[in-house]
């Protein structure tokens, strides 16, 4: 705009001096009235350069106006006169032509003369030419317009700065219309002059304000060169300075703020000029690293709100008072414009350095126990108790323990936070929410550390500091077997035995651990396959063995009480075969079934193995009971691979193994071909004993035979010596009972000794067992191997937590572990039998192998339990004989008497009515051989009316006729009967008919059937010396009784003996009866002798002789036991083989001949006070030369020369014994309770009493 306005003509500045110049641009005729008489117009030329100019004028078509002289030369920097002249052609009219004038360099007149570089083109110069030739009388066109803007205003400026508005004059007219606009000071147009003959023209009005203030002014529009023509226009422009508006009366305030770290504040200023501003924040330098300000420099809008930005950092804590200044210049309409005069405006800020920390409201965190491979989210606050805002950042260190901490040294942080780095306000709190994703199961503890963030000191963050734990637990789904019980088929199981034929160890064991990548791949749901055999993706595979039964017999029922021992729910599942397969369309299939798979199909299809339930759910330390199924249908083996899938957990493939044989078939169940003895020091005087026990599953009594020659091959090899012995290599073992084989284990090196032995089953088939044992090194192992038994130490649990349908009694123990003990010493435990039932019960102990009665005393051995009652039952072990591994399983039987007194009174009315028919029979004409009707179930036993039992009479007298030696002369042979094809329908018939005769008849009645319960006993013996050296600590705890080493010899003397004296006596039959015959005859003349009566009768008055053991013949054969260990050491000989005798039946009581043991009557050890020393710990001493105690000793009293016998401490025992047991008896029959605070009675004082004395 300036470049167009500033040309020298209308504005007194000219940008850029033209070469060739008019003085005027404008030549106005004004309004000529004589056309005749008109004066031209002198216009001047000024050539500007340096060169001299052609100047050449061009006229317009009706030469109505003209220049004379049309051309000329002028010299450099010199000036001509031209005039203009105006010859009208006709009045009453307006004209307007625009002359151009082209100068050029003389020197360019001829191509000639110049060069194509220095060519220059010419010039054009201007000149509107205006004239009117209306007559005074005569009025101009009317003139129509209308403007574009009636009123201008300009925008503010600076002072001496121009503004320009456009301003639009329209002709509404058909005439031309020639306007002018007069010169003003602050105003003006451009073109000023000119005629309108198009229908508008557009007019530049310029503003130059040259004082601070508003200007309002009129502009004049001359039309047609008259006055009344005149149209005002107003005007309007302002000149403006820079003016702002500092907030808060130009102070700042900041909160205070933590040392190193920056505070922004917004600070608002506000244009309230009408001009730009150009703005400049000016700080001062001791101020610079204490405060910014962004923008520092912008330009701010008239009347616009622009908030600047201050950030305070301070370095110290202190208070600090800044005081920056910005610089204020308002802004021009162009960069050509000057600017206004520059504004300074203080500004005061004040901040104060502080310092704060970080705080948790919680200072620990427990995320729980967590799944693996699932989230948990916590929240916690962190809060700043100070008066400034800080910057934190956080850290997570993470520490695993468990067993899995090796491998999760190199995984990831577990604990992830939403919020790492952020802003605290002062005296407020931020919530920080932690997500942990445990990947394995350990203990996860987070430490979670906070840094100080300073940015704008050298150290960019402070030291960590603790801040919060954090706690998790990463966890599988667990479970765990607690207890286990059989019932059925496998009731002759013991709990042991069933815990090993279920390998529980083992499944307890695997479900502890952790399930791997595989495993956790597939859920229930997704665990499926199109093969037939689905894979397995787990290595924790077991067998889980039913035992063995004959065919047709009752199911094998194991119910195993399981318990969630972890902390999250667990959900589990068997799968079979068919509910891991997808069943696919018979197109689909292809190839032949294998062996495998037709065995599985058949045990599928008979549904001969069955797990109830199959699944469920289990909270934290719930527990439930699962029941597992086999039907003995068929004989053989059978095998189905069943999969136990924990979701999101473990899978483990328990083999489900069953046998059923024919019931004349001798078989023997082995679980496994492999049996381990435990290790034994090499060079041990005397070993233990140990057992193998061998499980008779059929219903056949087995004989079975060990061979030995694999032994004598092994002792061959070891230079002659018995490594391994067997003490009882042949026996029979019962139906359904259990039979023990007793090794001995004597390594002559530390290795590992392996040898195959069959043993042979007569009738059946032979089986190749493997026995292994290990020697191991005393002096190198050291205490890395103590001497103690792991059946002492098992895993199967003690308590009863499963019920078994039928059950009546509970054992508060089935397993007692005696631990190790010492030869020649007793102790005893408590269990007790509770009655849950309503029915009075009664029960009966039996061993189940002979060898047992000599080690075990149960007391009482049978008794009655009342409906809800309960019995204590003490169980003492006596260690005599040689050292050896004990792990015996005793039985009680159960009896429901109530059901008995039942069955008593339907066998009374049963043998009753039996006996009715077999003396009273009807003779009828009709047919005198027909037997007598069936009566009805329902009639009296001792009715007249005709019935059948199930032992015919009519069938009687028929066996009586056919074995008359008459009916042989007679009937010699029978006659075949005709051979008859039988069809379905009679065959239909026959079987209903023979239905209808079996519901006529009255069967015998049938005793109810005990159930057994089983009771483990475990101990480990040693010898004294053994003992005192592997546990000496626990030998206090023993009384060593030293009697029974010299009963064990006596007894081995005494069989001797009688093997050489007294061999086995033969008879026959007819001897046997004349033999019960006599004795039969003596016992019945002294049951009629009065004498014999009355003699019985004053024995029995006779008081008990205390003492009796002192007679001078005890005391001699007593008294060397008294002194040393010799005896005690000679009587630790090997006990007598036993396995010549017959094993204990089941039915059979403890008290009968075969079982009966002495009864005990007190669990607790106690040791004498006055206990011999030569209980272990004398020195030997020679037997020579020995006297009597009583005779040596003349010093002695005789008390405490009886204090010395043996016989006296183990009488001291007894008392002890029995009083500790009745004092148990009365507490656990709420007589006395034993754990009351014992209360002293203070009885009234004593009165006084005169004496009766006659002297006072």
């Known amino acids: 705009m300036d470049l167009y306005f500033n040309d020298g003509y209308h504005s007194d500045i000219v940008h850029c001096e033209p070469h060739v110049s008019l003085d005027a641009i404008h030549a106005d005729f004004g309004r000529c009235t004589d056309m005749n008489n008109i004066e ?60 151009e004038c082209y100068c050029y360099y003389k020197s360019t007149r001829d191509y000639r003369l110049v060069e194509s570089l220095t060519h220059c083109p010419p010039f054009c110069v201007t000149l509107t030419a205006l004239a009117s030739t209306f007559q005074s009388q005569q009025q101009p066109f009317l003139p129509q317009i209308s403007l574009s803007s009636p009123h201008l205003v300009f925008p503010a400026t600076n002072q001496d700065e121009a503004s320009y508005r456009t301003l639009t004059v329209i002709n509404q007219g058909t005439t031309p219309i020639i306007y002018d606009f007069p010169d003003m000071e602050t105003f003006s147009v451009k073109p000023k002059k000119g005629m309108i003959k198009s229908k508008h023209e557009t007019l530049l009005v310029k503003a130059l ?37 500092l907030s808060n009366n130009g102070e700042i305030f900041f909160r205070e703020t933590c040392v190193g770290t920056t505070t922004s504040q917004s600070y608002q200023i506000k244009n309230i000029s009408r001009v730009p501003l150009d703005f400049r924040w000016l700080i001062k330098n001791q101020d610079q690293g204490l405060i910014k300000v962004e923008p520092a420099i912008g330009t701010i809008l008239p009347n616009e709100f622009q908030e600047h930005v201050f950030s305070f950092t301070p370095m110290a804590l202190e208070k600090y008072v800044m005081k920056p200044t910005v610089i204020v210049t308002a802004q021009g309409q162009s960069k050509q414009q000057s600017a206004g005069k520059p504004r300074v405006f203080p500004v005061r800020a004040i901040g104060e350095g502080a310092s704060a920390e970080v705080k948790a409201e919680d200072a620990y965190v427990e995320f729980g126990n967590v799944l693996v491979g699932s989230s948990s989210t916590q929240v916690f606050n962190i809060c700043n108790d100070g008066d400034c805002e800080i910057k934190f950042k956080l850290s997570v260190t993470q520490k695993i323990e468990g067993s899995s901490a090796a491998q999760a040294l190199s995984a990831n942080v577990a604990l992830t936070l939403d919020c790492y780095s952020g802003d605290i306000p002062a005296r407020s709190k931020k919530t920080i929410r932690g997500v942990i994703k445990p990947l394995l199961r350990c203990q996860y503890s987070f430490e979670i550390k906070y840094s100080l963030l300073t940015p704008e000191l050298s150290c960019k963050e402070s030291p960590p500091e603790h801040l919060i734990n954090a706690f998790a637990c990463g966890v599988f789904p667990l479970m765990a077997v607690t207890d286990a019980r059989i019932h059925g088929s496998g009731i002759g199981i013991g709990k042991r035995q069933l815990w090993s034929l279920f390998q529980l160890d083992s499944l307890n064991m695997f479900l502890d651990s952790d399930p ?109 009971s699962i029941t597992f199924t086999y039907h003995h249908l068929m004989s053989g083996t059978d095998r189905v691979p069943v999969l136990l899938k924990l979701s999101r957990g473990r899978e483990i493939l328990m083999n489900f193994v069953g046998v059923t044989v024919e019931h004349d078939t001798p078989y023997i169940h082995f679980p496994s071909n492999k049996h381990s003895f435990a290790p034994v020091a090499v060079g041990e005087k005397r070993c233990p004993k140990q057992v193998y026990e061998l499980y008779n599953g059929g219903a056949v009594p087995v004989t079975f035979d060990i061979d030995c020659m694999p032994l004598m091959a092994l002792k061959r090899e070891n230079f002659g010596h018995p490594v391994l012995d067997c003490l009882n290599p042949q026996g029979v073992i019962e139906p359904g009972k259990t039979h023990v084989i007793e090794w001995m284990f004597y390594p002559l090196e530390a290795k590992t000794y392996d040898v195959d032995v069959p043993i042979y089953i007569s ?84 061993v189940t192998n002979t060898g047992d009665q000599k080690v075990v005393n149960i007391y009482p051995a049978k008794g009655t339990l009342q409906p809800r009652g309960s019995q ?58 027909q037997s007598s009707a069936p009566r009805s179930k329902g009639s009296a036993p001792g009715a007249k009316s005709e019935s059948v039992l199930a032992i015919n009479s009519s069938s009687a007298h028929k066996d009586l006729y056919s074995a008359s030696p008459k009916s042989k002369t007679y009937k010699s042979y029978k006659t075949l009967p005709p051979i008859l094809d039988r069809s379905v329908d009679k065959d239909r018939e026959d079987a209903i008919e023979a239905e209808k005769m079996a519901a006529a008849m009255w069967p015998k009645p049938v005793p109810p059937k005990p159930f057994l319960i089983h009771l483990g006993i475990v101990a480990r013996t040693h010898s004294i010396s053994t003992f005192q050296e592997q546990f000496f600590d626990e030998f206090s705890n023993f009384f060593i009784d030293k009697t029974l080493g010299q009963t064990e010899s006596v007894d081995v003397e005494d069989s001797v003996a009688d093997d050489k004296q007294a061999p086995d006596l033969t008879c026959t039959e007819s001897e046997s009866q ?77 008290f009968s001949p075969e079982a009966k043991v002495e009864p005990e009557h007190t669990t607790t050890r106690v040791s004498p006070p006055n206990r011999p020393a030569s209980s272990g710990k004398r020195t030997h001493k020679s037997r020579k030369g020995k006297t009597s105690p009583l005779a040596g000793k003349s010093k002695d009293t005789p008390n405490e020369s009886v204090t010395r016998i043996p016989a006296f401490a183990n009488l001291v025992e007894d008392v002890l014994e029995n009083t500790l047991m009745n004092i148990l008896l009365e507490s656990a029959n709420n007589e006395v309770n034993i754990t009351a605070r014992p209360r002293l009675i203070a009885l009234p004082p004593r009165k006084f009493t005169p004496s009766k004395d006659p002297k006072h």
Not at 602 to 619: A, I, T, Y
């Open 516 to 624: 791997s990548d595989r495993e956790l791949q597939y859920s229930v749901q997704t665990r499926n396959s199109t093969r037939r055999r689905p894979p397995v993706f787990t290595r924790a595979i077991l067998d889980c063995n039913f035992g063995a039964a004959p065919v047709d017999s009752e199911p094998c029922y194991v119910t195993l009480h399981v318990e969630n021992t972890g902390t999250v729910e667990s959900e589990w599942e068997f799968l079979f075969p068919n509910d891991l397969q997808i069943d696919l369309e018979y197109w689909s299939e292809s190839g032949e079934y294998t062996e495998d798979e037709l065995h599985e199909m058949k045990v599928m299809d008979n549904k001969l193995f069955s797990v109830s339930p199959k699944k469920g759910k289990l909270q934290a330390g719930e527990t439930c």
């Open 763 to 846: 009738g059946g088939e032979p089986a190749l067992i493997t026995f292994t044992g290990v020697g191991y090194d005393k002096t190198q192992l050291g205490e890395t191997m103590p001497t103690v038994s792991d059946n002492c130490e098992g895993d199967v649990p003690p308590m009863q937590m499963v019920t078994v349908p039928g059950q009546t009694v509970v054992l508060s123990h089935e397993r007692i572990s005696f631990g190790n003990v010492p030869l020649f010493s007793k102790t005893r435990k408590v269990t007790f039998m509770c009655n849950t039932s309503e029915h009075t019960i009664s029960f009966a102990w039996h």
């Open 40 to 99: 031209p117009q002198l216009v001047r030329l000024t050539n500007n350069t340096k060169g001299k100019m052609m100047v050449q004028w061009m006229g317009d078509e009706t030469h109505t106006f003209s220049v004379t002289p049309s051309s000329a030369e002028i010299p450099p920097l010199k000036t001509v006169d031209f005039r203009v002249h105006f010859k009208p052609a006709s009045a009453n009219n307006l004209y307007s032509s625009e002359l």
């Open 872 to 929: 204590m039952v003490k169980v003492a072990f006596t260690a005599f004989g040689e050292p050896a591994f004990y792990d015996m399983d005793m039985i009680c039987e159960i009896t429901d008497e109530t059901e008995m007194a039942k069955y008593r009174r339907r066998l009374r009315d049963w043998e009753r009515e039996r006996e009715r028919q077999i003396h009273e029979f009807t003779i009828t004409e009709k047919d005198l051989a």
């Open 209 to 245: 304000p040259t004082k601070t203030k508003a200007y309002r002014e009129q502009l004049a529009l001359c039309m047609n060169h008259e006055d009344s023509f005149t149209q005002v226009i107003p005007v309007t422009c302002t000149a403006e300075t820079a003016e702002v508006l």
């Open 1074 to 1150: 004349m033999l019960q015959g006599v004795i039969a005859n003596v016992l019945r003349s002294l049951v009629d002798d009065t004498s014999f009566h009355q003699s019985v009768t004053k024995l029995t008055n006779e008081s008990t002789p205390y003492f009796s053991q002192f007679r001078p013949g005890f005391l001699m054969k007593t008294e060397a036991l008294a002194d040393g260990t010799e005896e005690v050491t000679h009587s630790e000989k090997p006990m007598v083989n036993t396995s010549s005798q017959k094993e204990l039946p089941v039915e059979k009581s403890a």
